[in-house]
Antibody, heavy 124, light 111 residues
Framework: QVQLVESGGGVVQPGRSLRLSCAAS????????MHWVRQAPGKGLEWVAV????????KYADSVKGRLTISRDNSKNTLYLQMNSLRAEDTAVYYC?????????????????WGQGTTVTVSS | QSALTQPASVSGSPGQSITISCTGT?????????VSWYQQHPGKAPKLMIH???KRPSGVSNRFSGSKSGNTASLTISGLQAEDEADYYC???????????FGTGTTVTVL
C-alpha cells in the first residue's frame, strides 16, 4: 500500500544537527513532489519545505531558510531533511507528505499521503 | 508570509451544517484555485479533505464541500457527525517568497 515512514527524530542540543528520513513505498516516488510539514506541541501545522519530483527545485519557509535543507534520492525512494543550527523553536513533530499530482509542473496541489511523523526535541 | 486566517473554533449540533472560513490575500487564496483543507484528529497525521478549492478525494464523504469567494475560502460540513470533531486546516500556494502556507487552524466541536 501507499506509505510514507519518517525516521531520525530525537532529542538534540541547540546548535546541533539532525537528519530526518522519509521512506516511500507503494507508489512511483520519482513522479511526485514532496513536502515537509511540522507541528510544534499544541500548535498548528507549519509548512517547512518542498522539493520537485526530480529534485530540480526546492522552496523553504522563511523560518527555516539557510538552516534546513530538503533533498531526495529517487533511487532509494527516500526524502531527507537536513537540520542544522537547531533552535528550541524547531521542536515539533515533522511529517513528510506527498503532493497530490504526479508529474506536475509544480507541487502545489495539496498533500494526499502523509507519514506518521517523527518527533524532534531541541533542548539542552 | 503570514498564515491564512481561520476562526479558532466552530461548533454545531449533530445533523447541522457548519462553515469554516479561511482568509488570505491576493497573493494566495484570491488569485489561485489551489486551496486545500485537512482534517486532523488528536495524535494523528492530517488527512486531505478538499483540494483545488472544491475537489474531494475519493473516499472523503460528500458531506464535506469547499468554495471560494475573493480572498476567502470556505469548508462546509453538512449533517455534522460526532466523528467530524477534529482540527481543520486550510492551505494554499502563495506567490510570495515562501511558496506554500497553512491556515491557523479551527477546532470543530460537535455539541
Amino acid at each position: 500500500q501507499v506509505q510514507l515512514v519518517e525516521s531520525g527524530g530525537g532529542v538534540v542540543q541547540p546548535g546541533r544537527s539532525l537528519r530526518l528520513s522519509c521512506a516511500a513505498s507503494g507508489f512511483t516516488f520519482s513522479s511526485y513532489g514532496m513536502h515537509w510539514v511540522r507541528q510544534a506541541p499544541g500548535k498548528g501545522l507549519e509548512w517547512v519545505a518542498v522539493i520537485w519530483s526530480d529534485g530540480s527545485f526546492k522552496k523553504y519557509a522563511d523560518s527555516v531558510k539557510g538552516r534546513l535543507t530538503i533533498s531526495r534520492d529517487n533511487s532509494k525512494n527516500t526524502l531527507y531533511l537536513q537540520m542544522n543550527s537547531l533552535r528550541a523553536e524547531d521542536t515539533a513533530v515533522y511529517y513528510c507528505a506527498r503532493d497530490l499530482r504526479p508529474l506536475a509542473a509544480r507541487p502545489w496541489y495539496g498533500m494526499d499521503v502523509w507519514g506518521q511523523g517523527t518527533t524532534v526535541t531541541v533542548s539542552s | 508570509q503570514s498564515a491564512l486566517t481561520q476562526p479558532a473554533s466552530v461548533s454545531g449540533s449533530p445533523g447541522q451544517s457548519i462553515t469554516i472560513s479561511c482568509t488570505g490575500t491576493s497573493s494566495d487564496v484570491g488569485s489561485y484555485n489551489l486551496v486545500s483543507w485537512y482534517q486532523q484528529h488528536p495524535g494523528k497525521a492530517p488527512k486531505l479533505m478538499i483540494h483545488e478549492v472544491i475537489k474531494r478525494p475519493s473516499g472523503v464523504s460528500n458531506r464535506f464541500s469547499g468554495s471560494k469567494s475573493g480572498n476567502t475560502a470556505s469548508l462546509t460540513i453538512s449533517g455534522l457527525q460526532a466523528e467530524d470533531e477534529a482540527d481543520y486546516y486550510c492551505s494554499s500556494y502563495t506567490s510570495s517568497n515562501t511558496f506554500y502556507v497553512f491556515g491557523t487552524g479551527t477546532t470543530v466541536t460537535v455539541l
